[in-house]
């Protein structure tokens, strides 16, 4: 991987993080989603998600960009302050394009946000949920400090009630070491 640029992202940067977003999603989630929801309304659901975050972001929402040298988009991290007084902050979405995982964005981009969150919110933690079945990402959060802290059951009606578990760094200046 060449040079990596991380910055944050804009409404014009919607249609790209809705295109990660799905070939993450049918990357990762197949198995996991219903195959007809991958295969088709995905597409304009997580479209109209993100137009819809950018156009009416959330309070203290942090949604970043990784780009390559050549500034094309290859992976994003939205992350939401003041979601929960336990656990901390919520990181609600990193994905990056099948193509380019396993080459360290996605540590990067959490060691980015962990950094502005720990400076904004001293002494709150970070948390996350995965689907326990997308063993690849349970292992990279776990590679990077985070503890399985709960189980509970998706509330992605494509998921059907998958299992899905919360990973949690208490210190986020943990994900910098």
Not at 74 to 99: E, K, Q
Not at 144 to 168: F, M, N, Q, W, Y
Request: glycine letters at 10%; one cysteine or more; proline letters at 5%.
């Amino acid at each position: 991987m060449g040079a990596l640029h991380i910055r944050d992202a804009g409404i014009d940067d919607a249609a790209n993080v809705a295109v990660i977003h799905c070939a993450s999603w049918r990357s990762a989630y197949a198995g996991i989603l219903e195959q007809s929801f991958l295969d088709g309304p995905i597409e304009t659901d997580r479209a109209a998600l993100w137009n819809d975050r950018f156009i009416n972001p959330q309070a203290e929402q942090i949604v970043l960009i990784a780009e390559e040298a050549s500034a094309q988009p290859i992976g994003f991290l939205c992350a939401f302050g003041g979601v929960d007084p336990h656990w901390g902050r919520l990181i609600d979405n990193i994905h990056v394009l099948p193509s380019h995982r396993g080459q360290g964005s996605g540590a990067r981009m959490m060691q980015n946000v962990a950094m502005r969150l720990a400076s904004r919110h001293p002494g709150m933690g970070i948390h996350l949920w995965v689907f326990a079945a997308n063993e690849a990402g349970l292992r990279f959060y776990e590679r990077l400090g985070g503890i399985v802290v709960e189980r509970d059951t998706s509330r992605i009606p494509a998921a059907k009630g998958a299992a899905v578990l919360r990973l949690h760094w208490p210190d986020p200046y943990s994900l910098l070491d």
